[in-house]
């Protein structure tokens, strides 16, 4: 037996049925729309603060001015470098008062020094002095020697740690374009370590325990004639000073209407921030091989041409030296550098270079090369014997069968030639910035973000229900 219902009820349970539909459909849409919403917001946001953001460095609280210390090395009794009349402490003073100058001249900074005369300061006394203006970052100034007045160049030193680290980084990388750029031999930008693990330089030392990043600029060598063109006379220490005072406003992003300069719009790939110490390279180079050619005649003199390869997996050439006797003396060292006289540093990516060595007419040679890289660790080449220049123009004697061996090469005296790429193997050499590694700033606005997104769904959810309710109460009253 089949029941039919009243024409009316159908009529209105149907409708109402078809509301009910309805209703889920559009609160589904809500729903639905509200999250993939909140999931795009989510994703764009984590794209912008995982992703390198080029930045120019800026003061902790914008509307603060940056605060820095220059401090001029040495002083009083301590002279520092001596060198033919020139001393390091009265140098470092007049680079230091030359970039105040300069920094005076910019916009939204204060500059501090840690010594204005010729007086003697602790390390800890510069440091506490920092401390008590509020530095934003301590910048210790210096000229260099060596134990064999062989070395020359220029150089930054940072600490291995953390934010200090990074922010050390930051700065030093300017500062050594900078310094290149006058003509100067890149060196570097460091780390040292001490005995117990810390950071060798005391300042360094000192301004992690303060929380205030600190960078050595060792400007160049007194000793070594390649750097002497650089500092002969008080012009020098001028422009010294007021480079280190662009490399500051280059990396703090100021602003000089009196200098008509403007560094606002400079941006660069922030160093991510490590999670662990930052070590030297505490190895010699890993390979290294030698080609020599067949000794030739010119104006000059009689020339042998030398390929030499050489590789470190941590850190990159920096010198090259040889001897004619086996070892017993050495040359002066030479600059890695490509065919072209270019510096190899982070754009020239080679580990092979040419240059030539003369051949003695007087006495049969023995030579052997050595190479240096950014730590100053040396791996030496096997002997090649060379006999003299016969005046009849015969070239090799009873050495003329002897061929080159190459260390790593075995017995073939096949070379192998490995060619990576240069350029820094620390964390700040990679390209996107880790979570572990965001700033304060970074999570607050990822938490900010999540939470908005829930209170987002949450208000899409109620006006569902308050809806569905309101338009059931209306047909109720209609009824």
Known sequence: MQTYLPEGIHYRMTKRFKLCIYRLLKGAGFFYTGIYGCITVCVVTMFILCKPVPLSAAAPDSTEPVRIVIDPGHGGENLGADHNGYLEKDMTLIVAESMRDEL???EGIEVYMTRTSDVDMSL????????????????CLHF???????????????SAFGECYARGMDFARIEMRQLTDLGLYDRGIKTRLGSKG?????VLRMGDLAGIPTVIIEHCHLDNY????????????????KLDATAVAVYYG???????LDYSDVTYDPTPVPDHVVRPDDSPP??????????????????????????DSESRMLYY???????????????????????IGDSILTDTIHTAVPVSTDRDMYIVFKVYNLFNLDTVSDVYYLPKMIPDGDIYSEGESASHSSAGSGDTGEVEYTQIERGETSPESEGVTPLRNMSGLMLFGLIAVLSLAIILVLVILVYVIVDNRRKDNGRSRDR
């Open 104 to 106: 005076e001249k910019y």
């Open 124 to 139: 800890e006394e510069r440091i506490d002095y920092a401390e008590e203006v509020g530095a934003d970052f301590f910048f």
């Open 144 to 158: 260099n020697m060596s134990a064999e007045h062989d070395m020359y160049g220029a150089e930054c030193w940072v």
């Open 198 to 202: 810390q950071n060798y330089y005391g």
């Open 226 to 241: 390649n750097d002497e063109p650089f500092y002969v006379d008080y012009v020098w220490l001028v422009r010294y000073g």
């Open 254 to 260: 100021l602003v000089s209407d009196e200098l008509g």
């Open 286 to 311: 890993d390979q290294m091989s030698v080609v020599y050619g067949e000794p030739y005649q010119t104006e000059g003199g009689t020339w042998v041409d030398v390929e030499l390869s050489a590789s």
């Open 321 to 343: 030296s040889y001897s004619t006797d086996g070892g017993a003396s050495w040359s002066e060292r030479y600059r890695w550098q490509d065919d072209q006289g270019q510096l």
